[in-house]
């Protein structure tokens, strides 16, 4: 059905999309195998120097344009892993090259500043363009920081910080407190806790791999917390014919995480949350969840912390995931990285430590990458892309609907672009990954046997019909 698309609907839709990328090519193709001899070249001489065997294949980002990416041996591919769901508006997109030829772009790539010493005098109108212009509702400050793992370690600090100032009525610290962090003992190093959901990914650094969950790989031979773990829910599709299940396992989730807020062995200071499990296998749970889920942490003084690092900045048709839960109250913390380029999270006032150099580090962010994460919110409303992932979304879900009444796919989800389906095997999902690779599509998988898509704002409808094709092309002959 999606090769009956009339050239005529392909052309009106092809003006649209390349007034942005006039160089972004029609369609995929394909010279050599993915990976072909150039990047495997490449790749046996990076091995002297670094571990290449997660590697998909060699980029040229120079050539890259739109939403296709060209690799060292010239095969053109239509990506919709996008570097793990991190390219918000295309490769090489004008708004972007425009802006690395600015004088602020070149101060600021030039002289790297230590932001919690010396901020360039255009800092703060870089935080007002960039993070605040979409500051989920009711939150007014944001702390800067490198990676999505870093903002996550930095908002579990917040929580700690804030909970034990709590607990000595806000009061300076005691000599004791003093003396005995320095051991890392208690009262100075409390023993509180993060609790996190089964299946959950935030990051690879200590606290955030403590709260990860999604594969053993991840965490093997690391020393963790012994911190608490609910259970995440896990729904089945569609979601309308398993109402009694679905409403089955997340009270049952929601029940187990009373139970945890309840023990007083060893108190949690927050609850992290994804909207969308995504590295875990894209498991999602419903609005009325997560607003019970915040409910129970008002209920028990503990702080909600939504780990918007994926889902953030617009591949669910709203800027923030979590807008669709329709929270009574905002959450405590939300932390972002990826798509926006650059990291950090966003709370409270009431959440900023007392004192100065509590959350700190040298550089505190990259003006940089801010000035980029600017630009990038400039193009999202002059072009409305919200509004077309919303569309783009549902017509990729119908067209995978499509194939899974045809059993050749299971469990098809999502919210806007940010969409997922099952195959019925982890071997037959990497087997599909890389021969659709070959076809000139680039896809991703997540959990253990889930294909994730991650296709960048930019990505529109006759994008949608070549994927969709080229699915249809490898699933039949399988």
């Known amino acids: ?227 608490p773990r609910a259970p995440f829910p896990l729904l089945n599709y569609p979601l309308d014919q398993h109402t009694e299940h679905n409403a089955r396992v997340e009270e049952a989730s929601l029940h187990q995480v009373e139970k945890l807020l309840s023990q007083d062995t060893q108190p949690v200071a927050a609850v992290v949350v994804e909207p969308i499990q995504s590295e875990g296998g894209d498991h999602h749970a419903s609005p009325s969840y997560f607003r019970r889920l915040q409910a129970l942490c008002h209920r028990h003084d503990v702080l909600l912390i939504v780990d918007e690092v994926q889902t953030g900045v617009g591949a669910t048709g709203t800027f923030w995931a979590h807008e669709a839960w329709d929270l009574p109250s905002p959450p405590d913390i939300v932390t972002f990285s990826k798509k926006f380029q650059a990291a950090g999270f966003y709370l409270h006032p009431r959440l900023r430590p007392q004192q100065a150099y509590r959350l700190y580090n040298t550089w505190m962010g990259d003006p940089v990458r801010t000035l980029q994460a600017a630009t990038l919110v400039d193009q999202i409303v002059e072009h409305n892309l919200l509004d077309q992932v919303k569309t783009v979304g549902q017509y990729l879900q119908t067209g995978l609907g499509g194939m899974a009444d045809k059993a050749w796919i299971s469990n098809v989800r999502g919210q806007g672009s940010f969409i997922a389906f099952d195959m019925p095997t982890g071997q037959a999902r990497d087997a599909f990954l890389v021969a659709i690779r070959q076809k000139g599509v680039n896809i991703g998988g997540c959990g253990e046997a889930t294909v994730r898509l991650r296709p960048m704002l930019v990505f529109q409808q006759h994008h949608a019909d070549i994927l969709l094709n080229t699915m249809e092309s490898v699933l039949g002959q399988s």
């Open 1 to 227: 059905m999606w090769r009956a698309l009339s050239q005529a609907k392909k052309t009106f839709l092809g003006v649209r999309a390349y007034s942005l990328f006039p160089k972004e090519p029609l369609t995929p193709n394909v010279k050599t195998p993915v990976p072909g001899p150039a990047s495997k070249a490449i790749l046996e001489r990076m091995d002297s120097y670094q571990d290449t065997r997660s590697v998909f294949f060699v980029a040229d980002f120079e050539k890259s344009q739109g939403n296709y990416i060209v690799d060292a041996d010239g095969n053109v591919l239509l990506d919709v892993f996008a570097q793990i769901a991190s390219i918000p508006i295309g490769y090489n997109h004008p708004a972007l090259l425009d802006l690395a030829k600015s004088s602020a772009f070149h101060t600021a790539l030039a002289n790297r500043a230590a932001l919690g010493v010396n901020p360039n005098k255009d800092w703060v109108d870089s935080i007002e363009r960039a993070f605040m212009r979409v500051a989920p509702k009711g939150m007014s400050n944001v702390f800067t920081v490198m990676c999505g793992s870093c903002a996550n370690e930095n908002a579990f600090k917040t929580a700690f910080m804030y909970q034990a100032a709590k607990r000595r009525g806000n009061n300076d610290f005691s000599l004791q407190e003093i003396s005995s962090c320095m051991n890392n003992q208690a009262p100075g190093s409390p023993d509180m806790s993060i609790l996190s959901f089964s299946g959950g990914f935030h990051g690879r650094l200590f606290g955030s791999l403590t709260t990860t969950s999604s594969k053993p790989i991840h965490k093997l031979d690391v020393p963790a917390f012994p911190w």
